[in-house]
């Protein structure tokens, strides 16, 4: 019952930027935990950013940190991945996910829900 839908991938140069959203709807989103992972072919799906249900506490993979935002809207039910600084390393399949949680789950096993993943590529 519980569905979210990740939208604003893209193709863009090294440098750029990009905003990911999440829209999550079925369930109660401001009890959820919410985090974005990534995925290359033939490697395991890596933690990128989340966030706690109500927005005060993040945490992020080191090769995210001061480049990638996470932030939420609970009004709206969506969560967003703000992108700068983008490297050809970040071209990725883009992913959000959501638990009901207090904290800012980093595995992919501490999540129930998924998004079907948007295409981000960064060229050189």
């Known amino acids: 019952q519980v569905q979210l839908v990740e939208s604003g991938g893209g193709l863009v140069q090294a440098g750029g930027s990009l905003r990911l959203s999440c829209t999550v709807s079925?369930?109660?989103?401001?009890?959820?935990?919410m985090g974005w992972f990534r995925q290359v072919p033939g490697k395991e799906r890596e933690f990128v950013s989340a966030?706690?249900?109500?927005?005060?506490?993040?945490s992020h993979t080191d090769s995210a940190r001061g480049r990638f935002t996470i932030s939420r809207d609970n009004g709206k039910n969506m969560v967003y991945l703000q992108m700068s600084s983008l490297k050809p390393e970040d071209t990725a399949v883009y992913y959000c996910?959501?638990?009901?949680?207090?904290?800012?789950?980093?595995?992919?096993?501490?999540?129930?829900?998924w998004g079907q993943g948007t295409q981000v590529t960064v060229s050189s």
């Open positions: 966030i706690s249900w109500n927005g005060f506490d993040t």
């Open positions: 996910a959501a638990v009901r949680d207090y904290g800012v789950p980093r595995y992919n096993s501490q999540y129930n829900y």
């Open positions: 079925g369930g109660t989103f401001s009890r959820y935990a």
